[in-house]
């Protein structure tokens, strides 16, 4: 990897709408990863080399929380209200974070106050610098990668913040004894700490890249590095930084995810496929995928399709996908099933239109990134053929509605 600022990603991010925008959970121009782990895990070691090799901004929200009580908020004004002006340093108005620390991490209820507090008006620092950055030119699409960097990311409940969660790890002990020497802090202080926060199983069950820490600082870096090229390959394919809807098993939507990280994390996703008959023959419009495509170019598809963007129905993909590849706008669609697929891969659930057009294959305008050239196959011919010749969700789909074919 080439290393220094700017080498990730160097990816033109797509333009998008100012009303489709708005609706985006993180910028169309960016990837956030939110970096979390606990107290003296390694997080900032870790944001240095993402600084330095990944040209990475960093958002500590340590530095957030400060600035969030700053003398004159109205968030410095509630502390007072509730801990009292025993918080306040006398000499400039500031938080005494020695003494309010001292109670927090010594009463748990005290600490809950203390989130109520101080956490939604971090989070709206976050949010603002992250608006701020990714809009102060528009005329520069490249992406940018931004990192916060949070010890309480899960705990606040900041998953809405970011594209992916990168998890630093390292056993309490080794945590304990790189406290107590950096901070100059007693074991007994130390363990509060520690014992304020969640677990590494918590941790891991929720992140997308888990980076151990338990070797040198030399080691540390590597995984660092290994992780960034991983991070590079992911946000280099095609379509990586559309937003896509993320389904559980039922079909139900969880959240939203850039394309990168549905394909990287094998998360479910949602798609249409549509059988287009040639009415007068009964034979299949067989799309020859694009070499250009980054899973199965060259493929043929009997059943065309894609994947959902954000918010968006079955039917209304599945027309605006035939409307963009084919040329076919506005078509009118049966349903004929749900469908879900799973391969090493991809696991998807999706929708199986048809439509019977009076077309020739010289009637369609194909999309010259996404299809490559159009042929009609009786669906015989498709379903004695070589299926390694198919691209499998789409074989898998046209066999269905076959199947429903008397
Ligand atoms: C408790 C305070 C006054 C202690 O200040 P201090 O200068 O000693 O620590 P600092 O702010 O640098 O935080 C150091 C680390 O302590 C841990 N920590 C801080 N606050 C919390 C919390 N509420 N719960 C659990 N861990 C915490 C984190 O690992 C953090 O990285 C301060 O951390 C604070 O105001 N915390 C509330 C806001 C917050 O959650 N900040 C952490 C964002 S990651
Ligand atoms: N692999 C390692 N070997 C030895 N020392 C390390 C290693 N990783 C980190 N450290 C040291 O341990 C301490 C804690 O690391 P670092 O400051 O990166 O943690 P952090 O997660 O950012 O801490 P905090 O939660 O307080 O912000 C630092 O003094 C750092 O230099």
């Not at 419009?285 to 059943?303: E, I, M, N, Y």
Request: aromatic letters at 6%; one cysteine or more; hydrophobic letters at 40%.
């Amino acid at each position: 990897m080439g290393g220094g600022p700017s080498s990730l990603p160097k990816v033109e991010a797509p333009e998008v709408a100012a009303e489709q925008k708005a609706t985006l959970r993180t910028p169309p121009n960016a990837v956030v990863i939110g970096l979390t782990g606990g107290i003296a895990s390694g997080k900032s070691t870790v944001c240095q080399v993402l600084e330095q090799q990944g040209g990475a901004i960093v958002l500590n929200a340590d530095h957030f929380g400060h600035e969030a009580y700053k003398p004159g908020t109205a968030c410095q004004a509630e502390l007072v209200a509730h801990f009292g002006e025993q918080i306040i340093n006398k000499e400039d108005g500031t938080v005494d974070r020695k003494t309010l620390g001292g109670l927090v991490f010594a009463d748990p209820k005290e600490r809950e106050a203390l989130n109520a507090i101080v956490w939604p008006a971090i989070r709206d620092l976050l949010r603002q610098r992250v608006f701020e950055i990714t809009n102060e030119n528009p005329a520069d699409r490249t992406a940018k990668l931004i990192v916060i960097e949070a010890a309480i990311l899960i705990e606040a409940n900041w998953m809405d913040l970011i594209d992916e969660l990168w998890v630093v790890t390292t056993n309490v002990d080794t945590a304990k004894t790189r406290l107590m020497a950096r901070n100059s802090m007693s074991e007994e202080d130390a363990m509060k700490r520690i014992n304020s926060q969640i677990s590494n199983e918590e941790r891991r069950a929720v992140a997308h890249v888990d980076v151990p820490n338990e070797g040198d600082e030399s080691a540390l870096k590597d995984a660092v590095v290994a992780e960034l090229e991983k991070l590079h390959a992911r946000y280099s394919r095609l379509s990586a930084f559309e937003m896509v809807d993320v389904v559980d098993k039922e079909d139900q939507v969880q959240t939203t995810a850039k394309r990168a990280v549905v394909r990287a994390f094998n998360l479910i996703s949602r798609c249409s496929y549509v059988v287009l008959v040639q009415q007068t023959s009964g034979k299949i419009f067989v799309q020859r995928r694009s070499d250009l495509k980054d899973s199965g170019p060259g493929l043929l598809d009997p059943a065309p399709g894609g994947v959902l963007g954000a918010g968006e129905s079955y039917l209304l993909n599945a027309q605006r996908e035939m409307a963009e590849e084919m040329g076919l706008p506005g078509l009118s669609l049966e349903h004929v099933s749900a469908l879900w697929y799973e391969d090493g891969n991809e696991r998807s659930w999706g929708t199986i239109f048809c439509a019977k057009v009076d077309a020739d294959v010289s009637s369609l305008t194909l999309q010259p990134s996404e299809v490559s050239s159009v042929e009609l196959m009786s669906p015989e011919e498709i379903l004695t053929a070589d299926p390694s010749q198919f691209l499998p969700g789409g074989l898998a789909a046209f066999k269905l509605w076959s199947s429903k074919q008397q």
